[in-house]
């Protein structure tokens, strides 16, 4: 899945299919700025050959950048970040047991040496995944960069323009 005929820019990858309803937020966040993406499940512990083999081809096939969203031990990002140099942003998802915080230190606590940016549990990480993907992109992109300008600029202006917090 990607929104357009483009070369996937960025990889959003998850452990299962039931950490979409937050993923999706990383995929909604591209889909705004504009940027490539493609997005499929793939699981450290259930499809380890399909890691390995996604992690190594990800720089070849194009992609800048890599979301891994996953709950409880949450080994993917850490895993995919072993198998490839470009940047790997985690997204802890919720869990039931312990609502995230299992995720949370199983991404944020990797050894030294192999490097996972770890965002904040669930729908605020995962949409800043997407956000700081793009950021990244538009290091070396005057269009992404101008579509994270504009979303700024938005975002301001809609705090601005309802500034009573009773208001429907
Ligand atoms: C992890 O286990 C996944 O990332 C998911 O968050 C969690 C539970 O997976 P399911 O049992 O719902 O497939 O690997």
Do not use: C
Request: net charge negative; aromatic share 2%.
């Amino acid at each position: 899945m990607q929104p357009s005929n483009e070369q996937p820019r960025v990889g959003v990858i998850m452990g299962s299919r039931s950490d979409w309803p937050v993923m999706e937020h990383a995929v909604n966040m591209l889909e705004r700025l504009g940027v490539a993406y493609e997005t499929r499940v793939v699981s450290a512990h259930r499809t380890p050959d399909l890691l390995f083999d996604y992690a190594k081809g990800a720089a070849e096939r194009g992609l800048q950048v890599i979301i891994a969203g996953a709950g409880g031990a949450a080994h993917l990002p850490g895993m995919v970040a072993s198998q490839t140099l470009l940047p790997v942003l985690g997204v802890p998802v919720e869990s039931k047991a312990l609502k995230g915080l299992d995720s949370l230190l199983s991404i944020a606590q990797m050894p030294g040496g192999i490097a996972v940016g770890t965002l904040a549990i669930g729908k605020a990480g995962a949409t800043n995944a997407g956000l700081l993907a793009a950021q990244i992109l538009a290091l070396h992109d005057a269009k992404v960069r101008a579509a994270v300008d504009t979303f700024r600029a938005e975002q301001t202006q809609a705090v601005l323009d309802n500034p009573d917090p009773r208001a429907e």
